[in-house]
T-cell receptor, first 109, second 115 residues
């Protein structure tokens, strides 16, 4: 079976830095995705990691450690529009993606 | 930009009805997926297809079937809708079957209520 864990909710203030963790235990691993989903909208792609290390993309960075089954999404200089659900998903098997339950991030002024 | 279009944004059906959810993508993607999303449970894969007329069960296929007669269209069918199928249904597509890092593009979702 596949098991992906991430915190249910997090809160932070505008301008701060927040780290959203994701741990996984899956049969097979072909990479890890982070998606952002605003309320009532479709998930949109943020990042993809397949090798260990940090991938930086503007205010967002994502880290992967395959040996530890661990990833995090780092959001810097938080803005109100970053309030959303953040989904960790592991790519395994033949083109299938299994999602964690998502972390709801609330950014306050 | 890739466009994944789901035919209805909101749908209300009665228990026992046959329900069709339609999804169309316009970028010649090989893979198409149906997920449902429920509070506290996240996104769960129902079925996927990596080619026309091909289908594979996901994690929760019970009570659902799918059809892919054309490459761009993937339909989810609830043969006899039940109240526990009230959910947000999300269709997604990706470019190539079996290739690493192929990100999913999602439709806007269909909120289905079964009364």
């Amino acid at each position: 079976g596949q098991n992906i864990d991430q915190p249910t909710e997090m809160t932070a203030t505008e301008g701060a830095i927040v780290q959203i963790n994701c741990t996984y235990q899956t049969s097979g691993f072909n990479g890890l995705f982070w998606y952002q989903q605003h309320a009532g909208e479709a998930p949109t792609f943020l990042s993809y990691n397949v090798l260990d290390g940090l991938e930086e993309k503007g205010r967002f960075s994502s880290f992967l450690s395959r040996s530890k089954g661990y990833s995090y999404l780092l959001l810097k200089e938080l803005q109100m529009k970053d309030s959303a659900s953040y989904l960790c998903a592991v790519y395994h098997g033949y083109s299938t993606l299994t999602f964690g339950k998502g972390t709801m991030l609330l950014v306050s002024p | 930009d890739v466009k994944v279009t789901q035919s209805s944004r909101y749908l209300v059906k009665r228990t026992g009805e046959k329900v069709f959810l339609e999804c169309v993508q316009d970028m010649d993607h090989e893979n198409m997926f149906w997920y449902r999303q429920d509070p506290g449970l996240g996104l769960r894969l129902i079925y996927f297809s990596y080619d026309v007329k091909m289908k594979e069960k996901g994690d929760i296929p019970e009570g659902y079937s799918v059809s892919r007669e054309k490459k761009e269209r993937f339909s989810l069918i609830l043969e006899s809708a039940s109240t526990n199928q009230t959910s947000m249904y999300l269709c997604a597509s990706s470019l190539r079957a079996g290739r690493r890092g192929e990100k999913l593009f999602f439709g806007s979702g269909t909120q289905l209520s079964v009364l």
